[in-house]
């Protein structure tokens, strides 16, 4: 591979705002180098909650969760700032690197985030990089044609109404039994009632960024409708609750 092939791979030369799933999704290319769909990179910066953490005397390990996946994120002891504790939201940056068969990110450094809000910024842009590096699909009036000919799509439209008048139904229950006064939609992605209604109903195999635009879309129905009111900055909450 000429350098001229790399340096004209933006991404290569700065660390991919990537969700984890996508880590382990990786094609190993070269030594050091992956291909992530159409480009090359090989530094990655992940964000999470700290699910585990194993220690020796040279290298700590973090284990984050990011909801698609968990992956070991390693750090040389000196290069820590500031020690993230189990539950720490945190900002991981470093290298792909496989070990032993395993996956991994060996760390430059791990930060711990005080603003909640920074993990939903991280995943709007590591959505914004997939879709600069994913080819687009073009949807042809060929094929379009041939959906409707065979009634797939009537089909599809009818089980998509029944799919979401469930998942309104199990999000409007959950907020009444529960405390939440005001939220976000990509925080009810942690409850696991609704993630599994829309998986069962939608195939298990949605990614966790599917699952989310599924919810947000769900809160915007729900909104213009009158059950939900939208606040301010995307926030919702349950009216008369």
Known sequence: MSNVMIDSNSLFHSYV????????????????????????IDSVEVCGIVAAIDKNRRV????????????????WHEK??????????VRARGKVNE???????????????????YE??????????????????????????AETEDGSDTMSST??????ANVKAAL??????????????????????????????NGMSLSFNQITKYIIKTCNELADKGTLQMIDKGRFKLINK
């Not at 705002?17 to 090359?40: C, E, M, P, S």
């Not at 500031?82 to 939201?89: A, F, H, I, Y």
């Not at 089980?159 to 979401?164: G, K, L, S, V």
């Open 17 to 40: 705002k990537i969700f984890i799933k996508d880590v382990y999704n990786l094609t190993h290319a070269k030594k050091g180098l992956f291909q992530y769909y159409n480009r090359l």
């Open 99 to 117: 070990y032993n068969g395993r996956t991994q990110i060996f760390c430059l450094d791990i930060f711990i985030m005080q603003d909640p809000n």
């Open 60 to 75: 700590a390990t973090f284990y984050v969760d990011d909801s698609t996946g968990i992956i070991e994120c390693g750090i």
């Open 172 to 201: 409007v229950a959950c907020l009444t039994e529960s405390s939440i006064q005001e939220f976000f939609p990509w925080e009810l992605r942690k409850v696991p009632v609704i993630v599994d209604l829309i998986r069962s109903q």
């Open 80 to 89: 820590i700032v500031e020690t993230p504790q189990l539950g720490s939201l």
């Open 120 to 145: 939903l910024l991280h995943f709007s842009q590591a959505i914004h990089y997939r879709s600069e590096c994913k080819p687009l699909e073009i949807e042809t009036p060929e094929s379009r044609s």
């Open 159 to 164: 089980t998509n109404m029944i799919t979401d």
